[in-house]
């Protein structure tokens, strides 16, 4: 008995078409993964790094620097509008820039915050569950004692260890919370 070898001649397709084509899918779907995992690999990768953070009780991430330059906006906006600095004192301090003060009454990503007229004060409170540790400019990493604040100016964004000085000025992108 004789088997007859499958014949393409009907479908028109030659035998190495299919292959060829088998192997420009296969190389189409390479590419979609190779791209979707170079746009979505930092976000996937913060992820795990979060879910490992809380897990493991590192660092909190944060995002300190949204929520700065928030404040910062809204201070150098009403500047703008009104010729002088937001008022800072009472709830006058967050509703002269469009906030609500009891929003903001307790620590938002585990800072306290606060506008102060031309500037946005950062820190924590002795009863908080984290400590702030940042970096001068220097490289010198330093502990933020409770009570104290760093000092963010709105007419340039620089921010300040505890008194606003140029020897104080520190890197706000070194901020970092971990557990007391």
Request: aromatic share 12%; net charge negative; with cysteine.
């Amino acid at each position: 008995m004789k088997f007859a070898m499958p014949s393409n001649h009907r479908t028109g397709v030659q035998p190495a078409q299919g292959l060829v084509e088998f192997a420009l899918l296969i190389a189409l779907i390479a590419i979609v993964a190779l791209v979707s995992l170079a746009l979505l690999g930092p976000s996937i990768s913060g992820t795990f790094q979060s879910v490992l953070g809380s897990l493991s009780g590192a660092e909190k991430p944060v995002t300190y620097l949204t929520i700065k330059d928030d404040f910062l906006n809204r201070i150098n906006a009403f500047y703008q509008e009104n010729g002088s600095w937001p008022r800072s004192w009472g709830s006058y301090a967050f509703t002269d820039i469009g906030l609500d003060p009891d929003e903001w009454s307790v620590p938002v990503e585990g800072i306290h915050w606060g506008p102060h007229g031309k500037d946005v004060a950062l820190g924590t409170n002795p009863e908080d569950e984290y400590v702030i540790y940042i970096d001068n400019l220097k490289g010198q990493t330093l502990r933020l004692y409770d009570g104290w604040r760093i000092w963010c100016v709105a007419s340039d964004g620089k921010c300040y260890y505890h008194v606003v000085s140029p020897e104080n000025e520190v890197d706000i992108t070194t901020l970092q919370l971990k557990p007391r």
